[in-house]
Nanobody, 115 residues
Framework: QVQLVESGGGLVQPGGSLRLSCAAS????????MGWYRRAPGKQRDFIAA???????SYADSVKGRFTISRDNANNTVYLQMNSLKPEDTAVYYC?????????WGQGTQVTVSS
């Protein structure tokens, strides 16, 4: 089993920044992908960004140039730096961990962008 603990959500004004963190623990693989999805009110959960153990990160078009995903392999933690936030970025953000054909999800953290 893998446990994911997210932190860093909150309320921010348009144009502001937030950094989300997600720490993985438990039975971790040597090679895994971690990333983020989000679910806005009344919408489906959408892919935001992912970072594989080897290779380049990937982003949804809607966040390219504004969000940056990074990972700390020593601490099994992934971060999502969100800049130039817009009201349409308001959503619950979910961290995920994928390895060996299994996917695990965090509990979600609320991000609200509003003046």
């Amino acid at each position: 089993q893998v446990q994911l603990v997210e932190s860093g959500g909150g309320l921010v004004q348009p144009g502001g920044s937030l950094r989300l963190s997600c720490a993985a623990s438990g039975s971790l693989s040597s090679f895994y992908t971690m990333g983020w999805y989000r679910r806005a009110p009344g919408k489906q959960r959408d892919f935001i960004a992912a970072t594989p153990r080897a290779g380049s990160p990937s982003y949804a078009d809607s966040v390219k140039g504004r969000f940056t995903i990074s990972r700390d392999n020593a601490n099994n933690t992934v971060y999502l730096q969100m800049n130039s936030l817009k009201p349409e970025d308001t959503a619950v953000y979910y961290c995920y961990y994928y390895a060996a054909l299994r996917n695990y999800w965090g509990q979600g953290t609320q991000v609200t962008v509003s003046s």
